[in-house]
C-alpha cells in the first residue's frame, strides 16, 4: 500500500483543481476519509483474519462495491457534506477509488479484491512503480524513508504537476472573436 497520507493525495488534488469554493471542506474531509478508509481493513490482523481472505487486508474494502456503498452513504448526507447529491456521491466514490487503484500501482502484497464480491481475486497493475509501505512499526525505517520518496516521485509530484497545468489551462484567456 502507498502509505495512508499518499491515499488522501487524489481528494486533495481534485480539492486543488477545482474553483474555490466548490468542494466544501465538509465535502473534502470525507473524501479524504473515503480515500484512507479501505486501509482499516489491517485490523482483520488483529482479529487472526488472514491476509489472503475476502475480508483481510486490501480485501472486500479495496472493492468497487465498497466504493460504491461510500458514494451512495455520502449521497444520503449529501446536505451535511455541502454539496449535491450527485457531487457528494461521485467525489467520495472517487476518492473511495482511488485507494485500491494507487495500491494496485505497489511493488509487493497480494494485490487488490478490486471485483469482490464478484471474484476474489487479487489484482495488479501491469506496471508498479510505487514501492509498497511498510507497516507503523517500520515506517520510520530506511525502508519508510524509500517509500516517502517512491511516493513523492510516482503519486505527489505528477499530481502537484496536473493540478497546476489545469489552473494554468483554466486561466488561459479565450479569444471568443469569430473569424472572418
Known amino acids: 500500500m502507498p502509505s495512508v497520507f499518499t491515499h488522501a493525495a487524489i481528494p486533495l488534488a481534485l480539492w486543488c483543481a477545482s474553483d474555490r469554493g466548490r468542494i466544501a471542506a465538509p465535502l473534502l474531509t470525507a473524501g479524504v476519509v473515503a480515500a484512507m478508509l479501505p486501509d482499516a481493513d489491517v485490523l482483520a490482523f488483529a482479529l487472526h483474519i488472514p491476509y489472503a481472505d475476502s475480508f483481510g487486508h486490501r480485501g472486500a474494502s479495496h472493492s468497487i462495491v465498497f466504493a ?3 458514494a451512495v452513504l455520502a449521497a444520503a448526507l449529501h446536505t451535511r457534506l455541502r454539496a449535491s447529491a ?69 503519486v505527489w509530484l505528477p499530481l502537484a504537476a496536473a493540478v497546476i497545468g489545469w489552473r494554468l489551462i483554466q486561466r488561459a484567456p479565450v479569444d471568443t472573436r469569430t473569424p472572418q
Open 68 to 70: 460504491a456503498v461510500l
Open 86 to 154: 450527485v457531487q457528494a456521491a461521485a467525489f467520495v466514490g472517487i476518492s473511495a477509488l482511488s485507494h485500491p487503484l494507487l495500491d494496485a500501482l505497489t511493488s509487493g502484497g497480494l494485490g487488490v479484491a478490486l471485483w469482490w464480491p464478484w471474484s476474489g481475486e487479487r489484482l495488479f497493475a501491469p506496471w508498479r512503480p510505487i514501492r509498497v509501505s511498510p507497516f507503523a512499526g517500520q515506517f520510520f525505517s530506511p525502508r519508510g524513508l524509500a517509500t516517502v520518496v517512491s511516493e513523492l516521485r510516482w
